[in-house]
C-alpha cells in the first residue's frame, strides 16, 4: 500500500492533522536552523566590533605620529636641516613610514593629503601652515575627535 492510496481511505479530519503535524515538525526544525544561524552572525558581529575598535586605536596612533612629526617640522631650524642632510633625510623617512600605516588604515582622500605634505616637505624642507591645518583638521573628522 503506497502513500497516495492510504491518505485517500483517511478520513480529512485525520489528514489536517497529520499536516499539520508534519508542518510543526518542520517548523521546529527550520526555527531551530534559523536560531543557530543568527547566534553564528551575532558572535561574528561580535569579534567584528572589537576590531573596528583596534582600527579606531590605529587610526588614533597614527593622528598623533602626523601631528608629533608636523610640530617637529615647524620647530626646525631650517638653515640646520639644509646642512644636516642626516637629519632631513631621517624625517623623510619619518614621512614615508606613517604614510605606508595611513595608505592601509586611514580613507584615501586622507592618504593622499598627507601624501602632499611629504612632497611639498621633500621639495621646500617645509610646510605651509595652511595645509598643515587643512590636513589636521581632515584627520580630526575622520576621527570625530573635538578641537
Known amino acids: ?8 481511505n483517511l478520513d480529512a479530519k485525520i489528514l489536517c492533522a497529520i499536516i499539520a503535524l508534519i508542518s510543526s515538525i518542520i517548523g521546529t526544525i527550520l526555527g531551530a536552523f534559523l536560531t543557530f544561524i543568527f547566534n553564528i552572525l551575532n558572535e561574528i558581529i561580535k569579534r567584528n566590533r572589537d576590531h573596528i575598535v583596534h582600527i579606531k586605536d590605529v587610526k588614533e596612533n597614527i593622528y598623533q605620529k602626523c601631528c608629533e612629526l608636523l610640530d617637529k617640522v ?17 624625517m623623510v623617512d619619518n614621512f614615508i613610514s606613517i604614510s605606508v600605516q ?13 601624501a602632499e605634505l611629504v612632497k611639498e ?15 589636521i583638521n581632515i584627520l580630526r573628522k575622520d576621527l570625530k575627535i573635538e578641537e
Not at 615647524?74 to 631621517?90: A, F, P, Q
Not at 595611513?102 to 598627507?114: A, D, G, S, V
Not at 616637505?121 to 587643512?134: A, G, T
Open 121 to 135: 616637505f621633500s621639495d621646500n624642507k617645509d610646510i605651509s601652515k595652511e595645509k598643515e591645518k587643512d590636513f
Open 102 to 114: 595611513m595608505k592601509l588604515f586611514t580613507p584615501r582622500h586622507i592618504f593622499e593629503k598627507f
Open 1 to 8: 500500500m503506497n502513500i497516495i492510496e492510504f491518505m485517500k
Open 74 to 90: 615647524t620647530l626646525l631650524d631650517k638653515n640646520n636641516v639644509i646642512n644636516n642632510t642626516e637629519y632631513y633625510e631621517r
